[in-house]
């Protein structure tokens, strides 16, 4: 039969109008905080595209000033109006180091997820499309990254390459991959034995075309899931990095060399720490509000994760 | 005799069961054991069997779906394990295509019908998309589809209808042999009859030839030039339709054929002319020494547990049985 569309009934659909509230506020408010937290990292400043002159960052946020070293946030007592959430050790202000973290923060956990999706996914469709001597080659390093410990690698890398950005986004990606690949490839398994997949065999369809016509659409509404959960995993993992002094180092400004940066402050200057921790944790939630919308919505299924 | 245009010889297929933590071989399944056929051209031949009789092992044998473990399957004269891969995707995939059995599963969900049915061929032609669609427009009106439903996707469509676009893609690539993997079985009772008529004029119009899987008897003897009856991996009676129908000859096939057939209350009452089968078939794991339909039979002998029969001849029809020895 045909389905009509433009026609929609009002259908009963057996919740209470407060439950359902509830549910959109779920999707709503997590959404929110994620569009507006890379809203805040684009446009802390917006020498990207020409304009180095305006930006959300009220200051530079490695300049110095040594006159208001510790200030509390303004809306405290003995605060400055020029500094909204303070300043460090330094003088800095904790308000713009707060927003550029937020670009290095998220910025490496996207560029995280997008690698180790991508790596995961190609290496998952082969191991369970294929088979065979390719999916036990696969699944046995994928074991051994899952089991290596991450934190010596990240030491290693450290060592091998010394710190920066993309040692952060390496050390968090040469593992990462492995949960995807697990994933993947056992949605594959199920995939191939598919009646469609036999036609498509039937007719001649190469290997390739299998792969990303008939099983890489079918297995992306898990992938969406996997990865809008992974938003919190890797900024948590990004912050524990900093915090440890793996990550990234002074001066630049991320949300977890913050929190480190005033753990030796704690007891004088709370703030230094708390903000950037409040971040961190608004968007692991977020993040995985997130991620529990769009699997119930997508794929029931994945429950378990 | 029409022309031969697939011929089964003899074919063997053997899955290995595995066990333990070292994945020892323990033992085989013996799916298919010693199966020979031939199909003509514009023919239809039926296999015929309860579940677990090897009907659909055979059916992705020829499809090469999976290798043979011995036996050989000639097309237009040739062996198909002979050809190279050029001439695999050239001279044999095309031209042996399948309707499968459950058009709620032989669908990509994520494919529009345009690319479900234009998959073929996009896959064996280099052409421009707008061409491809042309094409598909033609093949779903053969069928009887709208071809504005093109852009719709599987899952807007019936059963019935989703059966046809089934058709539409194996049509596509201007097959000479389908395999219809229980084409109907799925469908309401009251489609049945549309699709089988579809089927049967695509044959005459295309000179189609098909090997039809089914279990339905009335199916079978609507559809079918020759019919054969399978067991356990072995055929038991292989003939022409008519002749067969209106003389089984070996016990399986009096079986069948009896519990086919409607019983109204007055026939039942009758209830020597029934023929019921008691028990499950033996798992084809350990097949039964001798005749292997002998732990089952009505009119089992003491030679059916000790000796394989042979096939014999008998009028138009090859029947294996001691009884006709």
Redo the contacts between chains.
Sequence with gaps: ???EKGKKKKIYTGLKRSTRIIRNLTLIIPAAILILMIIVALFADLGWIGLPDIGLAPQDPNATHPRDKLLPPSFMEGGKSDYFLGTDRLGRDLFSRVIYGARVSLSVSLIVIFITALIGTILGILSGYKGGRADAFIMRVTDVALSFPGLLLAMLLWVAIGPGYWTVVLALSVLGWAGYARMIRGESLRIRE???V?????????TW?VMF??IF??IVNSLIVIMTLQIGMMILAEAALSFLGLGITAPTASWGSIVADGRTELDRAWWISAFPGICIGLVVMAGNFLGDWIRDKLDPRLRQL | MADVLLEVRNIVKHYPVTRGLLQRTVGWVRAVDGVSFTVEDGKTLSLVGESGAGKTTIAKQI???EKLTSGNIIFQGKDIYKYSAAE??RDY??K???V?Q?PW???????RVRDVVG??IF??AKLAKKEVYENVGKLLNQVGIDPE?MN?YPH???GGQRQRIAVA?AMA?HPELLILDEPVSALDVSIRAQIMNLLKDLQTEFNLSYIVIAHNLATVRYMSHSVAIMYLGQLVEYGESEALFNNPLHPYTKALISASQLTLPEDAKDSSKQIILSGEMPSPLNPPAGCRFHTRCTEVMDICSKEIPEMKTIGTQQVKCHHYT
Excluded: Y
């Design positions: 039969m045909v389905i598919s009646d469609f036999a036609q498509a065999q039937v007719v001649g369809a190469t075309r016509k008939h659409p079918n | 499809l090469l779906l695999l995707k995939r095309p042996v295509q399948t499968q459950n599963s032989s669908m990509n969900p994520r494919m998959e073929p896959v064996n439903g719709r807007e469509f019936s893609r690539l």
